[in-house]
């Protein structure tokens, strides 16, 4: 369990994150949700022990903050900036940051063996890592914050920039933290990522924490109706509902001719726009 | 300790990895090395302005005196006066190259020049500086010509010698003719020379030149060696092998302070902040790292050196310990580097920058014995100064324990207190 009660750090004047309390269970994957400078990354270096919030507290698994190094044990990140050694390979790199985890001789070489083969990088494992891709470096990125097997861990934009099979290694990655009891904090500005992987997301803005709770909830707090769009001889009919199958079911009977229906369901962008008047993207 | 050994070998194979690294900390230092070292034992080596020589005077006439006077103004030699105990002790130490006795009776026979035996002197000096040796009987010869280069005093050389000729009533006899002919020539040098300033620097150059045409040496010089007495360099790579493996470690130091700012750029360093390791642990990691490579760096250019130069440590011993000393000397230094640059490019530039600095006072460039005695002087503000003397008084200065001392704690408290002041900067700027 990862806990922060009254967390608050400023830079100078501009206050980063303002008393964010949350908590976030085991095996739950917990989305950190907004725009660029919302506070995601500064919040989750505060959980890593990187820096030291000038209010509030952290606490992990109940052994304390994560200033304290057998605390930061418990912890698997993968930073948002690849952290990886370009000149050793990425089986070098993973046997290099397993052995500052503890792992020693053959622990250590089939944890190795077993990441690489998950992250899709094991007939790549002997090649130095400047020559990946940004995918494959990423997927290591993240297979780095795995070897130890922590009971937390901080995914910091892990799916940024990467082809859409990268995205896949990831996603499977995250769904097996989770079914291995893990607690997973996961941080993005894609909304679809959110929705697809997390239980419940907490959306921030301006260090703000604007909404938490799960994806549904939210949407249906936050999102408004759906809206129904059917395309006639005549033109566009658009209706506002709640029940957007009823709604579609009642327009074909009044609009027979129809030769194209719409059905616009609110998501977490919608969400955001509605909390902040401002889109996630802007 | 497990964890601090995992970031060092992690950074030795990286460093293995870095061929410009690599370059500057292993194969620069053997070619520099191996390059000047070819020079120097080629007879060029001993051409370097200011060869530090020590003057006995045990004559004390006013001709020796004046013949020290005229050493003290030579160019191409740095000449002081001394007694011959300390003399002694100094060239056998390596402070001074070498020492020149002028003997009692030396200003007698040195003013006849021209008639009887000839004035000698003695030279000490290490066998191995042949080249500057052979300097200094060339520097010694000309001072010893110095009084034909004014017409005056050389007619008054004649004179004298026409005078004792005379008086001896047995010797000179064929030279009679000839020095009655010169002292009249001479007479009419120095007239034209009092007549005409121009003229007179003519008439200068004309006695300098019938001087030269004499075809006699002056002078006789006896060389005492002074390798009895003290070990000095076997051979010229025993001067420059110390200066190579001081680059390797200012290649080492320049490459691990790089590797700190990589470290912080690249994103690597955000990691290892987030491991269970103190920021000391990695800090030490690093240092561990940039002392091994120091460590290592400097046997390979030893083995080179012993192996294919035939160069001979006095004692192996001193020798690991001013290999150590250099190596907490430099981490501490590599300490400070990393932090006065926040790129690789301004890291790496103002690193070499420094360290070229220290090179150019310290001795890491040109030895220190060819330096003038000013910039000897302020030589002992760089590291690098202390560095080539660890090594060179395990290697040929023969130093003793006690003697060794000096050099090594300075490298110690260099490293000591830059390591402190780097990683204080280092952690605020975290």
């Known amino acids: 369990m990862l806990t922060f009660a009254g967390l608050t750090k400023r830079f100078g004047e501009n206050i980063a994150v303002r008393e964010l309390s949350l908590e976030i269970m085991p095996g739950e994957v917990f989305g950190l949700l907004g725009p660029n400078g919302a506070g995601k990354t500064t919040t989750i270096q505060m959980a890593t022990g990187r820096l030291a919030p000038d209010a509030g507290s952290v606490d992990v698994r109940g052994l304390g903050a994560p200033t304290r190094t057998e605390v930061r044990a418990a912890l698997g990140v993968a930073p948002q900036e690849l952290a990886l050694y370009d000149h050793l390979t990425g089986r070098e790199n993973l046997a290099f940051f397993g052995r500052l985890y503890g792992l020693r001789g053959a622990a250590l070489r089939n944890r190795v063996d077993e990441l690489l083969e998950r992250t899709g990088l094991a007939d790549r494992a002997g090649d130095r890592a400047k020559t990946y891709s940004g995918g494959m470096k990423r997927r290591l990125n993240f297979a780095a914050a795995l070897l130890h097997e922590p009971s937390v861990v901080l995914l910091d934009e892990p799916t940024a920039g990467v082809d859409p099979q990268s995205r896949l290694h990831i996603f499977e990655l995250v769904a097996e933290q989770k079914a291995a009891g893990r607690t997973v904090v996961y941080t993005t500005h894609y909304m679809e990522e959110a929705q697809r992987l997390c239980d419940r997301v907490a959306i921030m803005d301006h260090g703000r924490l604007l909404a938490l709770d799960t994806v549904s909830a939210l949407v249906a707090g936050h999102g408004g109706q759906s809206v129904v769009r059917i395309e006639t001889a005549d033109g566009e009919v658009r209706v506002e509902t709640d029940d957007a199958a009823a709604a579609v079911a009642a327009q074909l009977k009044q609009h027979p001719d129809a030769h194209g229906i719409h059905v616009d369901r609110p998501d977490l962008e919608t969400v955001f726009l509605a909390l902040t008047g401002r889109s996630l993207r802007d | ?430």
């Open chain 2, 1 to 430: 300790m497990g964890a601090i050994w995992t970031l060092a070998l992690k950074d030795l194979r990286l460093l293995l990895r870095d061929k410009p690294g690599l370059f500057f900390a292993l194969f620069f230092p053997i070619l520099y090395a191996v390059f000047f070292g070819v020079v120097f034992s080629g007879g060029g080596g001993g051409d370097g302005a200011g060869i530090a020589v020590l003057v006995v005077d045990e004559d004390q006439t006013e001709s020796s005196r004046s013949f020290v006077d005229g050493l003290l103004a030579l160019d191409g030699m740095e000449a002081r006066r001394a007694d011959r105990e300390t003399a002694t002790a100094r060239v056998r130490k390596g402070d001074a190259t070498a020492y020149v006795v002028l003997p009692q009776g030396f200003g007698a026979a040195s003013r006849r020049m021209l008639f009887g035996s000839r004035a000698t002197l003695t030279i000490g000096v290490d066998p191995s500086r042949r080249a500057e040796a052979a300097m200094l009987h060339g520097l010694l010869t000309k001072q010893a010509f110095a009084p034909m280069r004014d017409p005056g005093a050389l007619r008054a050389q004649v004179k004298a010698a026409l005078v004792a000729s005379a008086a001896s009533g047995q010797d000179g006899l064929a030279m009679r003719p000839f020095l009655v002919a010169l002292e009249q020539f001479l007479g009419n040098v120095v007239a034209t020379t009092e007549a005409n300033k121009t003229a007179g620097a003519e008439g200068s150059r004309a006695a300098e030149t019938d001087g030269d045409a004499f075809g006699f040496q002056p002078l006789r010089i006896e060389q005492e060696s002074v390798v009895r007495a003290r070990r000095g360099p076997r051979n010229p790579f025993a001067i420059t092998f110390p200066q190579g493996i001081v680059w390797g470690i200012m290649g080492c130091a320049a490459a691990f302070g790089i590797s700190l700012v990589v470290e912080r750029s690249q994103g690597t360093l955000a990691r290892l902040l987030v491991s269970p390791l103190s920021q000391a642990r990695i800090l030490a990691g690093k240092g561990l790292a940039c002392f091994l490579a120091v460590v290592s760096v400097s046997g390979v250019l030893l083995l080179v050196a012993v192996v294919g130069f035939s160069v001979r440590p006095d004692s192996w011993g001193l020798l690991a310990l001013g290999i150590a000393a250099n190596g907490i000397g430099f981490v501490g230094i590599m300490m400070l580097l990393s932090v006065v640059g926040k790129t690789e490019q301004s890291a790496g530039g103002i690193g070499w920058a420094v360290l070229m600095v220290m090179a150019m006072l310290g001795g890491g460039m040109i030895p220190l014995f060819a330096m003038p005695s000013w910039l000897r002087g302020v030589s002992s503000i760089s590291p690098v100064k202390w560095a080539i003397l660890s090594l060179e008084g395990a290697l040929w200065r023969d130093f003793t324990l006690a003697e060794m001392l000096m050099p090594c704690a300075v490298m110690v408290a260099i490293g000591a207190v830059s390591f402190t002041a780097g990683t204080m900067i280092f952690r605020r700027t975290l």
